[in-house]
């Protein structure tokens, strides 16, 4: 299955890989530009981009021009990325026709969980995608929302992502080594017994249904 192409557009290389690596890790596929002018070079080449990250300063042609001229042919989703916090700039931006509007500094995974609701609002038909349904557990990925047999669960960030993570890896034996790599990533430097406490707190919280995540004596866990 084709994944979804992502177009980032910024002069910063720092800031197209770090945005590209999250968005990768998120099973998107990424394309990078330096400039405006190589943005619209790859945006008419490429026919299935999902959508646009877009910096506003930019070297050669500015993000307001690039937008400006993807409009005159296209409707995909664009989300301008700004160091400029200015409201005048945000309307600009509406007017133009982008769908979000995004200011530096942000948190990675705040922009690919915006950009997977762009792409939710622009193809309702991609919904279901983002649904994880399983003996009564229900979890929305977008919205961030869990419920067990119908009523609303409170997770923290970190629970309602080792859950995920459990349910897209159903029947699969998972290390700690490997949980901690997926849904800690960069942020956790420290011990991998740190997923035990979580699994703990998790389970108490979804009751009866916490009993679908498995201890594997010896290695880690398995949602089954």
Same mark, same amino acid.
């Given at each position: 299955m084709n994944k979804t192409k992502i177009l980032v557009v910024d =002069?910063?290389? +720092?800031?197209?890989? %770090?945005?590209? =690596?999250? &968005?990768?890790?998120?099973?998107?596929?990424?394309?990078?530009?330096?400039?405006?002018?190589?943005? &619209?070079?790859?945006?008419?080449?490429?026919? =299935?981009?999902? &959508? *646009? &990250? %877009?910096?506003?300063?930019?070297?050669?042609?500015?993000?307001?021009?690039?937008?400006?001229? *993807? +409009?005159?042919?296209?409707?995909?989703?664009? *989300?301008? %990325?700004?160091?400029?916090?200015?409201e005048k700039d945000e309307l600009k931006g509406f007017e133009l026709g982008v769908d979000e509007y995004i200011v530096k500094p942000f948190s990675p995974k705040i922009l690919v969980a915006r950009v997977e609701a762009v792409l939710r609002r622009s193809n309702p038909g991609a919904v279901e995608e983002n649904i994880l349904e399983y003996a009564g557990i229900r979890l929305d990925k977008v919205?961030?929302?869990?419920?067990?047999?119908?009523?609303?669960? =409170?997770?923290?960030?970190?629970?309602?992502e080792l859950l995920t993570y459990f349910m897209e890896n159903k029947g699969i034996a998972l290390s700690r080594e490997v949980i901690l790599n997926h849904v800690w990533n960069y942020d956790y430097f420290g011990d991998a017994r740190t997923i035990d406490t979580h699994v703990k707190k998790l389970r108490s919280k979804m009751g009866s249904s916490g009993e679908h995540i498995q201890t594997i004596w010896g290695l880690g866990y398995k949602f089954e």
């Open positions: =002069d910063e290389s +720092r800031m197209r890989k %770090l945005v590209g =690596d999250f &968005l990768s890790r998120a099973d998107f596929e990424v394309m990078e530009a330096e400039n405006g002018e190589k943005a &619209l070079d790859i945006f008419f080449e490429n026919k =299935d981009i999902a &959508l *646009i &990250l %877009l910096d506003v300063m930019m070297p050669k042609m500015d993000g307001w021009a690039v937008c400006k001229e *993807i +409009r005159n042919y296209s409707k995909v989703p664009i *989300i301008m %990325l700004t160091a400029k916090a200015d919205a961030h929302i869990v419920t067990v047999d119908g009523q609303s669960i =409170d997770l923290s960030f970190k629970e309602f």
